[in-house]
Structures are given as structure tokens and as C-alpha cells.
């Protein structure tokens, strides 16, 4: 059951990785698109692709970090408190970015825009730079079972430095595949070889940065390289497939769902890789396993079943949002969405109180299904 757990855990941080990895990666394209006349298309596009989706993407943080703290309350203890500083950085970067994209499309003098602007595009390389750290810190053993403040060494050593600069070219890689699809979808061709530039050069530099990485671990984790080397090593060597297919992909111009795909496989495949790797460990060098450092069974057992109606709630919704979108129907303003309603045959909204999206309620229905576990577990405590 620990194992199973430790899975679903891993999964949904794929899931995060994989969209909400490529809208912080929007923000870099973003800050790189030049002045205000030069950069207006690719803002425009970035801006277009990311606003019905990103909040619905952050599902998965909650999910992950419910999921931590229930069922593995001492490593979650440790990561939080051991790790405390580069964590509030990345959940600042969070709500910088949420606040600077929200308010950059409601101002209206100029200077003030540029300001929102700049807050969204420095605060989208920031939370998954310090993510990257903690990883990097978890890495090289630098979280005690125990500890009663942050280590700074642990996140700012080098294979620290490099895991959150390869979070931030990962992000960048997966923005600007998904965008060349946009542009695609759109038929723009000037956009599509911008973003396919990009692509090209993220999985480069991306692809570059996991060498160094693996190379620092042989020095910092020589358990965790050797593990990565041996029994990950076909995801690992699938992951450097994925990329090449997917340079291989752009340049041909195949169709935008497979190189999406291929994509986002690669991504995961570093993240499953690196699981394989430290499985049974939970942090490296403090003896916490998924076994002995697990929540009771009955926890466990009801974080499945939370997870299974997750996935019957959730899956849905999110089905929808994606369709929808894919297909151009989520537009910034309702005539827009009125219009698109109208290509693809749905129903027009109704008139009055504008129509709620579908990933709107999608925060809260995983809250529900989360407090459901925190009750049934204060109540085996008081019993």
C-alpha cells in the first residue's frame, strides 16, 4: 500500500510537471520575446494559451501536497522544514505570477503593464527554479529526519543549482512545443518557426543541463547515480529518445498532438526515472522509506479511494477544459466564446451571469475530496 501511495504521489507530480510546467515556461518566451512591438504576437499567443488552463493546472500542486502530508507525515515535516526557505520562494514566485498575469490584462497605462508584465515573466523562472532546489537538496542527502531550520548549503550546492536550471529550460522545452502547436492550430506561420526555434534550442540547453546533473551526481549521490544508471536506465535512455523525437518532430512539422505527446513522455520519463532510482527511499541519507515512514493503513487505504474518485471527478472536467480549448473555444472575452461555440456546434451561453468554465470548480472539488481524508483520519485519532 505504501508503494501504490508513493505512486499516485508521483503521478500527479507528472501531471503538474506536464502543464503547469509548460505555463511557467510561457512565462520565459515571455520575458525573451523582446519590446513591446517586436514581442506582441508571442505575448499574444502565450497569453491566449495559458489563461483557461492555469489555474486548473494547479490542481495538481494541491493534490501532491495533500497527498505528501497525509501519507507520509515525517518526510513531509522534514522537506518543509529543512527545505522552508527555497519553498516560500516558489510558492511567492506562485502568487506573483498569478497577481502579474491577472492585472497586466486589466491596466491600461503602458509603464504599469510593463511592470505586470516583468512580475509575471521573473516570477514564472523563479518557482521552478527553487522546486528544482529542493529537489537538488533531497538529492544530496541535505534534509535531516529532523531538522529545526533551513540548511542553506542543501539548496544552493551545485547538483542543487543545476536540477532548478534544468526545471526552468524543462519548462521552456514543454511551452514551446505546446506553442508551436498553437501557432499551428491558428495557421501562423511566422509563429510556428519562432516556437519551433525555441523548441530546438530548449531541448538543447535542457538536454545539456540533465548531462551536467547526472555527471554532479556522481559526486554528490553516488548511490542515486549509480541507481539511475542501472535499474532507471531505460527510462533514462527513453527520455533522451522522446527529446531527439521530438527535435526530429518540429523540424518535419508532424502533427501537433504527437509531438505534444512525445513531449510531455519525455518529461515524465525524467520523473519516473528519478523515482525508480531512490525507490524505496523517501529522503536519502535520514532512513525515512515508503514503509517506515508512512501513514496507518486506513490512511492509506482512503487516499486510494480519494484518488479513484479524483480521478472520476476530475478526469472529466479536465478532458473537457483541454477539448475545449484545443479547439479554440475558450476565449479571453464571451464573444469570442460565443463565436467558437457557434463553429463547433455546443450551446451558446446563456445570457446574464457569464457561464462558469469547467476548470472553475475543479479546485474545489479536490479540496472536498481531501478534506474527506483529513476527517476520517481525525476521527481513527480520537478513537
Excluded at 3 to 14: E, H, M, N, Q, R
Excluded at 35 to 50: K, V
Excluded at 116 to 142: C, D, E, K, N, Y
Excluded at 340 to 347: K, L, V, Y
Amino acid at each position: 500500500m505504501p508503494a501504490t501511495v508513493g505512486a499516485i504521489l508521483l503521478t500527479g507530480i507528472t501531471l503538474y510537471a506536464v502543464l503547469a510546467g509548460a505555463d511557467f515556461g510561457g512565462g520565459l518566451w515571455d520575458l525573451l520575446a523582446g519590446g513591446d512591438q517586436r514581442g506582441r504576437s508571442p505575448r499574444q499567443l502565450i497569453d491566449q494559451s495559458i489563461s483557461p488552463v492555469w489555474e486548473a493546472n494547479h490542481v495538481w500542486l494541491i493534490f501532491d501536497l495533500v497527498i505528501f502530508w497525509t501519507a507520509f507525515p515525517r518526510a513531509f515535516a522534514a522537506v518543509m522544514i529543512g527545505a522552508a526557505l527555497p519553498l516560500w520562494l516558489a510558492a511567492g514566485g506562485i502568487v506573483l505570477r498569478g497577481a502579474g498575469f491577472a492585472f497586466r490584462k486589466e491596466i491600461t497605462r503602458l509603464p504599469w503593464m510593463r511592470a505586470a508584465g516583468a512580475t509575471f515573466a521573473l516570477s514564472s523562472l523563479m518557482t521552478p527554479f527553487f522546486m528544482g532546489t529542493v529537489i537538488g537538496a533531497i538529492a544530496t542527502r541535505g534534509i535531516p529526519p529532523n531538522p529545526t531550520s533551513t540548511n542553506q548549503h542543501a539548496w544552493t550546492n551545485p547538483t542543487a543549482v543545476l536540477a532548478g536550471l534544468l526545471f526552468v529550460a524543462a519548462c521552456g522545452y514543454l511551452a514551446a512545443v505546446y506553442l508551436t502547436g498553437e501557432a499551428t492550430r491558428r495557421g501562423d506561420r511566422r509563429l510556428l518557426a519562432y516556437f519551433t526555434r525555441r523548441a530546438q534550442a530548449a531541448a538543447v540547453v535542457a538536454g545539456a543541463l540533465s548531462l551536467a546533473l547526472l555527471a554532479e551526481l556522481h559526486g554528490s549521490n553516488r548511490v542515486l547515480y549509480s541507481r539511475l544508471t542501472g535499474r532507471a536506465l531505460p527510462l533514462v535512455i527513453l527520455a533522451a529518445l522522446c527529446g531527439l523525437g521530438v527535435l526530429a518532430s518540429i523540424s518535419a512539422h508532424l502533427p501537433r498532438f504527437e509531438v505534444r505527446v512525445i513531449a510531455a513522455l519525455g518529461v515524465a520519463t525524467v520523473i519516473w526515472g528519478w523515482g525508480v532510482a531512490q525507490y524505496p527511499v523517501l529522503l536519502p541519507g535520514t532512513g525515512l522509506t515508503l514503509d517506515n515512514a508512512s501513514a496507518p493503513r486506513s490512511v492509506l487505504v482512503a487516499l486510494v479511494g480519494v484518488f479513484i474518485a479524483a480521478v472520476l471527478v476530475i478526469g472529466p472536467s479536465l478532458a473537457l477544459l483541454f477539448t475545449l480549448q484545443s479547439r479554440g473555444a475558450l476565449q479571453p472575452d464571451e464573444a469570442g466564446l460565443l463565436m467558437a461555440a457557434d463553429r463547433i456546434g455546443g450551446a451558446r451561453p446563456a445570457s446574464g451571469p457569464r457561464a462558469k468554465l469547467p476548470h472553475e470548480g475543479l479546485k474545489g472539488a479536490i479540496v472536498a475530496l481531501f478534506a474527506a481524508v483529513v476527517y476520517l483520519r481525525n476521527r481513527r485519532r480520537e478513537r
